[in-house]
C-alpha cells in the first residue's frame, strides 16, 4: 500500500508506519516546499497514493470539485502519537475500502466511511 501523508500529519507517523511493514510511505513534510493542496491530490493520484490528512479541504477537493483521488484517509483531532495508532488501526480495518478510493474520517471513537463513486451506466 502506497500513501502519501500531508505535511499537517505529524512526521512521526512515516517511521510507526515504516516499522509496521509499510514501506512506500511519502510524507510531504520532507519536500523542499509545500505545493498547495491541489498539486498534492495530483501527486497521490499519479503515484497510486492514498492521502493521509488533518485537512478537511482535500474531501472538498474531491467530492465537490472531482478532483480523482486514490483513497484519503483524514485524521480529526488527533495528538501526534494518537495519529500514528488511528492510521494503522484505519490501514489494518478499512485497507481495502481506501485503496478502493473510499473517503475515510476517524476521530478516536468514531469513523464515517464515504465509498467511492461509481460510475453511472
Known amino acids: 500500500m502506497k500513501l502519501l501523508l500531508d505535511s499537517c500529519v505529524s512526521g512521526r507517523v512515516q ?3 515504516v516499522a ?6 511519502v510524507w510531504v513534510g520532507n519536500w523542499a516546499e509545500d505545493p498547495g493542496d491541489e498539486e498534492i ?3 497521490a493520484y499519479r503515484e497510486g497514493r492514498i492521502l493521509v490528512t488533518l485537512d478537511k479541504d482535500f474531501g472538498e477537493l474531491a467530492i465537490v470539485r472531482g478532483i480523482p483521488h486514490c483513497g484519503i484517509m483524514r485524521l480529526v483531532n488527533l495528538t501526534s502519537q494518537q495519529q500514528s ?3 494503522l488501526r484505519i490501514i489494518e480495518l478499512y485497507g481495502e475500502d481506501l485503496q478502493r478510493g473510499a473517503i475515510i474520517t476517524t476521530e478516536l471513537s ?6 467511492p463513486e461509481t460510475p453511472m451506466e
Open 110 to 115: 468514531r469513523v464515517r466511511i464515504r465509498p
Open 20 to 25: 509496521a511493514g509499510y514501506d512506500d510511505v
Open 41 to 43: 491530490l495530483a501527486t
Open 85 to 87: 495508532v488511528v492510521c
Open 15 to 17: 517511521a510507526v508506519l
